[in-house]
């Protein structure tokens, strides 16, 4: 019964009220013209596509600008809105650093931290619950990295494709 | 439209089921969850709960029974074989196959069309013929076919839909007339638009054409009377789980003139009649297509789940759920903004609903619902092809059986609306 108690408290958590403001409201959604940076992320399963965009700085190292487009669940458009403002001003390296750390965070790999600038992503912390949920908050952050380590490699486009651990779809 | 399939079974009195009360016979519906909410349970299109009868019986088996079969000369392998036979026996007469032997115990459905697939299909077809799938079948009976075609050339094509999810049957006709159509390969009831397809009428014209005939009833075995000899299909492929039998068991029924042609597909102990250091011989069908080990407490269970379903009578159970069809349709239209997929004629629709919300995804609509204590599936449910038709990656599904009441898709409906309040 307290379990039941407990999942009843985490499907709350799940949906926090500033996940569904950024879900109802993204930040930086919309093609980004002139951006270096164009990948394409696709969760097979869910039927989560986002596109994510990177603008570079005239030196080419620090993103100056980071969007994203796209369809998905909530989780995923707030998880994509979060991590445009997180992204915004970092060079590559620690683009994708923060990259690999929310993935660690989110794989209960290493402890949730908020960035002091970024505090809306606290929110995200209540999806590592849910573990089918979790490859939604990591798709667009994946796809950022993918495509940052195509542009270092002097490629454009590609596609990430956000492998599902949890099989749901078996009949 | 296709429900020019004419009623297989004489029209005969239905006895109505009390669905509440055969709950009663499944103990894991009995459960409460979240915080002390009735499990509300609409996935049995992905897996059927089990009455006790099923459960005990492949307790008992464990207790009394087990052994080995068909080597042993001991007491308990007596039994333990004669329990794996009787159970064959059982489905024989469930589904009116013209003899036992022509059932054939596989894992699960998916290994009935992969036997299909590399026991008769690889055999017997070359390259440029054609097998004809459809846009709404499962994985399962499109990915065999694919492997096929990577190897030997054989061509797949598919049969699209008309708008209201039946199969556009003058597609099938203009691939029969091609000539090149070696098998047909195509689900009885869909898995996420619920149709029913007219497969006594389809049957005919493959017939026809010289082509065989192979049917996917996961969907269809469970919840309509199945009888395979009206039918008229060659092979026809089933699970046990998904009508109150256990996991790990499934059925190829195969005209025994056609198994007789077959090759074995996994090779090993049991499916041998002389095996030497470079060469062996094979049993007759059935036994030549279970090799090893096969389920054995798994016949048991599904023996109990036949007579079971026997018990209830497969025609009520068809008219309990046909009426459920029109209650759940007419009761889902009053929720705004929510798009339900298939038919809208019960008479050809099974249990099954698929739905969407205009912008809000699957899987959060599946999520919040599990916390109002509704059990349903989110996803492409196996069948891309069909949600690529849909213009949708993924759809939630409800799926009822003989234990789902109105009060259940009521329950349904009001998390529905519960939903659409926290996304407005």
Known sequence: MQDAHNEEKNLDQLYRDVLFEHY???????????????????????????????KLDAQGERLEEVGFDGKGCAICIASSSMMTETM?????????????????????EAAFEVPPEVPDLEALEGVKKFPVRVKCATLAWTTLKNGILA??????????????ETNTEKE | MSNTQKAAAPARETIALDPRRVAQDFP??????????????????????????????????????NANVHRGLHVLAERATEIYECARTRMHFFINAYLPGEIVWTKNATEAMNLVAHGYARKFLKAGDEVIVSRMEHHANLVPWHLLAKDKGVVVKGIELNADGTLRLEELDAFLKGGKVKIVALTHVSNVLGTINPIA??????????????????????????????LGADFYAFSAHKMLGPTGLGVLWGRMSLLEKMDPFLGGGEMIEEVTISSSTYKEPPGRFEAGTPPIAETAGMTAAVEYLMKTGMANIRAHEKE?????????????????????NPEIRAGVFAFEFE???????????DGEGVAVRAGHHCAQPLHEWLGSPSTARASAYLYTAKEDIDALVKALETVRKKFA
Do not use: W
């Not at chain 1, 109802?24 to 965009?53: F, Q």
């Not at chain 2, 894991?28 to 019986?57: E, M």
């Not at chain 2, 209650?327 to 903004?337: A, C, M, N, Q």
């Open chain 1, 151 to 164: 542009y270092q490699a002097g490629k454009t486009g590609g596609e990430t494709v956000e492998a599902c």
């Open chain 2, 324 to 344: 459920l069809v029109s209650y759940t349709l007419e009761r889902l239209k009053s929720v705004k903004h929510l798009k339900v997929f298939g038919p809208a």
């Open chain 2, 28 to 65: 894991i519906l009995k459960q409460k969850i979240h915080n002390g909410k009735r499990l509300v349970y609409l996935d049995s299109g992905a897996t059927s709960q089990k009455p006790f009868t099923v459960i005990d019986a492949m307790n008992e088996y464990y207790h009394v029974s």
């Open chain 2, 201 to 230: 009428e389809i049957a005919k014209k493959v017939h026809d054409a010289g082509a065989i005939f192979v049917v996917d009833g996961c969907q269809a075995v469970p919840h309509l009377p199945v009888n395979v000899q009206t």
């Open chain 1, 88 to 108: 915004r001003g970092k060079t590559l390296a620690e683009a994708s650093a923060a990259s690999d750390k929310f993935k660690a965070m989110m794989r209960n």
């Open chain 1, 24 to 54: 109802r409201r993204p930040h930086h959604k919309g093609e980004l013209a002139g951006a270096e940076i164009v990948t394409k992320g696709n969760n097979p399963v869910c039927g989560d596509k986002v596109t994510v965009y990177g």
């Open chain 2, 359 to 369: 912008d809000i995804h699957a899987h959060d609509v599946a999520q919040i619902l």
